[in-house]
């Protein structure tokens, strides 16, 4: 979802590693804009990049369809607002699970990696 066309995007199909085909949607990864880096970003920092994220999102959202339909849908409470931060909250605890056990299998030689490149 964007808010505007992107010269950048494409897609691709592609066998995946159970061997089924699929279609993936790809974008370039360097394309000349500015970025940053989130790594060095502090709280405050990172709270308003997540606000404008956030708002990038919405905005391409709400030009996908029809925007007054889905403010409708949403309302006026935080239901949905409560739904989203529970996922997040949840996706960031999987993925701490996953990095400890990504952590765990280059310590362990399972998986050979690299730093500082």
């Known amino acids: 979802m964007q808010a505007s066309s992107d010269i950048f995007l494409g897609w691709q199909r592609a066998k995946g590693a159970d061997g089924a085909e699929r279609d993936y949607y790809l974008r370039q990864l360097r394309d000349g804009k500015g970025s940053v880096v989130v790594e060095d970003l502090a709280p405050r920092g990172m709270r308003r ?4 994220c956030g708002a990038t999102l919405a905005r391409a959202h709400a ?3 029809d925007r007054v339909a889905i403010a409708a849908y ?13 996922f ?11 990095h ?7 310590r362990t030689r399972r998986i050979a990696a690299t730093t500082g490149v």
């Open 49 to 52: 990049y997540g606000r404008i």
């Open 88 to 98: 997040a909250e949840a996706y960031a605890d999987l993925n701490a699970v996953d």
């Open 63 to 65: 030009r996908s369809g």
């Open 74 to 86: 949403l309302g006026s409470k935080p239901r949905f607002d409560d739904a989203m931060a529970e």
């Open 100 to 106: 400890d056990a990504l952590v765990e299998a280059i």
